[in-house]
């Protein structure tokens, strides 16, 4: 312990990161309560499929089908439609290609694709993709994918729902939603595109954080050096990242702060 001698501007200056003895952290953490969910991120979605399941067709090894909306109705893009396909939207994760950054709708009769945006014109069977069943009023699920070249750290698609308004749902937390209807049958329901983009991280293994170095190496006998500072420092641990071989590296990111006790004074 080393003695108090004046005033000083902080009383230590750390360095965290990941040491020798540093643990992943799905060794270090336990969760008591299963509605906890896993800390790690979800893989980008890559690619998106409509599928007719009016037709029989099945959805596509590999891909997800949004079978309910957020409260539990049938995500059925005709929903409550009558003499119309039943059409899903299905989609699938991964990290062998550059992840979908947009999606969209396309009314073909009265407008025209985006520059960079992919139509899906048929179905995973080869049938038509058009949503609406009608020849002359045409409606596609659109998308954009990220290029090649895309930095580690951009926006992608990582979640992808439906919603219908008149069931009195509304898009979820940080979803942005899709203002065109998906359903032009007169009877049916409004159904809307909902999708959620987040920072598409790399393949990664996060370790519980530890100290590299800090000063002074000795503690104040008044205040010693909380063990809790380097997960304060990284909560998320510090972690090691698999990044493709033509990935855009970018600058490192700085963050200062400065720890106070609960009254807000050092």
């Known amino acids: ?114 520059p960079g945006c992919q139509l899906i014109q048929t179905t995973p069977s080869g049938r038509p993709a058009n949503i609406s069943g009608n020849s002359s009023q045409r409606i596609y699920v659109t998308y954009r994918r990220a290029p090649e070249s895309q930095p580690h750290s951009a926006l992608a698609l990582t979640d992808i729902c439906i919603i219908v308004p008149s069931k009195g749902e509304t898009p979820p937390h940080t979803f942005c939603k899709v203002e065109k209807n998906l359903n032009s049958s007169m009877w049916g329901s409004s159904v809307y595109l909902c999708y959620k983009k987040s920072v598409a991280k790399t393949n990664t293994i996060a370790y519980k954080a530890g100290l590299f170095s800090r000063y002074p190496e000795e503690d104040y006998e008044s205040f010693p050096l909380p063990e809790s500072v380097p997960l304060f420092c990284l909560p998320m641990g510090a972690t090691i990242e698999c990044w493709p071989a033509n990935t855009k590296y970018s600058l490192p990111v700085f963050s200062t702060f400065v720890l106070t006790g609960s009254s807000g004074e050092k």
């Open 1 to 114: 312990m080393m003695e108090d001698k004046g005033p000083r501007v902080a009383d230590y200056f750390v360095v965290a990161g990941l040491t020798d003895p540093s643990k992943p952290l799905d060794q270090e953490i336990h969760f008591d309560d299963v509605c906890h969910k896993s800390a790690k991120p979800k893989a980008p979605i890559t690619d998106v499929a409509v599928v007719i399941r009016s037709m029989g067709e099945e959805t596509p090894p590999g891909f997800t089908c949004v079978e309910e909306t957020p409260t539990g109705h049938s995500a059925d893009l005709n929903n409550g439609g009558l003499m119309v396909p039943q059409i899903f939207l299905c989609y699938r994760r991964g990290r062998d290609k550059p992840p979908l950054t947009d999606l969209g709708v396309l009314y073909e009769w009265k407008e025209r694709l985006k």
